[in-house]
């Protein structure tokens, strides 16, 4: 199969794309190239790369030619970004979906849609979102992944188009952009730089390997059905507990660990039900608390020349906007 993966130059989407690879597909890659998008992630691996914007239906369908499918990882994915400023997530998270299905419709592609668990939004001690419940998106950017997932529907229901969606929880592992918990933690850590834990870090995330969320996209690229959701879980832990754990993993000092004013808007607890994925074979194979997380750290600590140049230039103008006033406050 030939497929088209779109963001493939970020974190997961690089995964997926080797995956493929690895396995006899054919992949071509499209990627805006944003802060995000790193072409190193596929050094190495000859994944035809074409930079280029999903909301443009040209760009699309130069690098989409001759494609089978479609996996569109592509999107603006940093919460506290999109509260900064929401404009480019809306641009790229729903008229880059839309203009995407709109290729998928005319070629008569497959399509998976790369959604989150943030949708469903924040969710009671106890209970777990199944992929039926009623969207509560909290934040600019779950906001416009939810209007993603509804053009999906509505392009499946209109047009026929052949098309599911996942739902994937946390997601952690080597080449992440030092701007998420764990890989922010991780580098702050070994930098001896403060690790600026929002509120009163009792926040519950589930907490998923790159690897394991890619074979639960690659179970439904191949197995999915069309106009089906499928949630892929992780492993529940408050955020308090996952930068305590950074500590002792790093070696580095507790007294780092500095709350600071929480995110507006921030959802208290994620958990998703993913009996329906399980039931098409998929279940994970890294553990967040035994070896996923250790061995995320040693990735962090053999590579510092893949994150110290990032973490630079455009990088540092975020992070004082981000943080000076939370660290000094
Ligand atoms: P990322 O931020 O690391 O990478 C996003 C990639 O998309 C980058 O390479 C960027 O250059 C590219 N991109 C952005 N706008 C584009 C545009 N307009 N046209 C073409 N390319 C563009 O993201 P990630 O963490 O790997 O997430 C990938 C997908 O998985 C996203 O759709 C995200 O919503 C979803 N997801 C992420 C997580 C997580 O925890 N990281 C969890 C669940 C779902
Ligand atoms: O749940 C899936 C989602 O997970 C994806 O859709 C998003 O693309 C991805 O960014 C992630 O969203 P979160 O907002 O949960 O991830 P983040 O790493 O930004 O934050 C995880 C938790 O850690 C959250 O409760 C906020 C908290 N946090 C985060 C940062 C960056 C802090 O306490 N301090 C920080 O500096």
Redesign the pocket.
């Known amino acids: 199969m030939r497929v088209l993966v779109?963001?493939?130059?970020?974190?997961?989407?690089?995964h997926f794309a080797k995956r493929l690879v690895a396995g006899g597909d054919d992949v071509v890659v499209?990627?805006?190239?944003?802060?995000?998008?790193?072409p190193a992630?596929l050094d190495g691996t000859g994944i035809e790369l074409v930079i280029?914007?999903?909301?443009?239906g040209e760009a699309v369908a130069r690098a989409g030619a001759g494609c089978d499918a479609i996996v569109?990882?592509?999107?603006?994915?940093?919460v506290d970004r999109s509260i900064l400023g929401p404009t480019?997530f809306v641009?790229?998270?729903v008229l880059?979906t839309m203009t995407l299905l709109e290729w998928a419709r005319t070629t008569g592609a497959r399509y998976v849609q790369?959604?989150?668990?943030?949708v469903y939004g924040d969710l009671e001690a106890g209970g777990r979102a199944v992929e039926g419940d009623p969207l509560r998106p909290s934040s600019p950017?779950s906001a416009a992944?939810a209007g993603g997932d509804l053009q999906v529907l509505a392009y499946v229901r209109t047009y026929g188009v052949n098309a599911s969606i996942?739902?994937?929880?946390?997601?952690?592992g080597p080449n992440?952009?030092p701007e998420?918990l764990v890989p922010l933690f991780v580098t702050n850590a070994f930098e001896g730089e403060p690790l600026p834990v929002y509120g009163d870090g009792q926040q519950v995330r589930e907490w998923?390997h790159?690897e394991d969320?890619c074979a639960g996209v690659e179970l439904v690229l191949r197995e999915g059905a069309p106009g089906e959701i499928y949630n892929?879980g992780g492993e529940d832990h408050a955020n308090l507990e996952v930068t305590h754990r950074i500590l002792e993993l790093t070696g580095a000092d507790p007294g780092l660990v500095r709350h600071v004013e929480d995110r507006a808007g921030h959802d208290r607890r994620y958990a998703i039900d993913d009996t329906k994925l399980r039931g098409l074979g998929w279940s994970p194979e890294h553990s967040f608390g035994e070896t996923g997380l250790r061995e995320t750290v040693e990735w962090y600590r053999a590579n510092r020349d893949w994150w110290e140049p990032i973490k630079s230039g455009d990088y540092r103008r975020y992070y004082e906007e981000q943080y000076a006033g939370r660290l000094q406050g």
Do not use: M
């Not at 779109?6 to 690089?14: E, V």
């Not at 280029?52 to 443009?56: F, V």
């Not at 790369?114 to 943030?118: A, C, G, L």
């Not at 996942?166 to 997601?171: D, E, S």
């Open positions: 779109t963001g493939g130059a970020g974190f997961i989407g690089s499209l990627d805006k190239l944003t802060y995000a998008g790193n992630n280029g914007d999903i909301a443009d569109n990882f592509a999107a603006e994915t940093h480019e641009h790229t998270d880059g790369v959604s989150t668990d943030e950017y992944k996942t739902r994937g929880a946390n997601t952690y992440q952009y998420k998923l790159a969320h892929v």
